[in-house]
């Protein structure tokens, strides 16, 4: 079972993102989901979640710029990120508690640079 994020990368500051996370076939995003960040030398915080009925909360620096969302066709999570600033710069990383594991993905990279 495991999560592969991808989408990351180098956008200049009020660019945009869309970050992704597939699931493999044995966890489903219909769960619980949530995207979180980490920069170097910080601890790792909760950016969005998404609830298995829907509801949606945003860390309070992004509300506004996020958006976090599912396709359950694809089986994949997804993080629209608008209006990226500098401070927004981390490893994004997907993360469900599922079948008893506490489930991360390797983590992407993104950059908010010019």
């Known amino acids: 079972e495991h999560l592969v994020e991808s989408g990351g990368g180098l956008v200049q500051p009020g660019g945009s993102l869309r970050l992704s996370c597939a699931a493999s076939?044995?966890?489903?995003?219909?769960?619980?989901m949530g995207w979180y960040r980490q920069v170097l030398g910080k601890e790792r915080e909760l950016v969005a979640r998404?609830?298995?009925?829907?509801?949606?909360t945003y860390e309070e620096s992004v509300k506004g710029r996020f958006t976090i969302s599912r396709d359950r066709a694809r089986n994949t999570l997804y993080l629209q990120m608008n209006s990226l600033q500098p401070e927004d710069t981390a490893v994004y990383y997907c993360?469900?508690?599922?079948?008893?594991?506490?489930?991360w993905g390797q983590g992407t990279q993104v950059t908010v640079s010019s």
């Open positions: 993360r469900t508690v599922q079948m008893g594991h506490d489930l």
């Open positions: 998404i609830t298995a009925g829907g509801s949606t």
């Open positions: 076939r044995r966890i489903s995003i219909m769960h619980d």
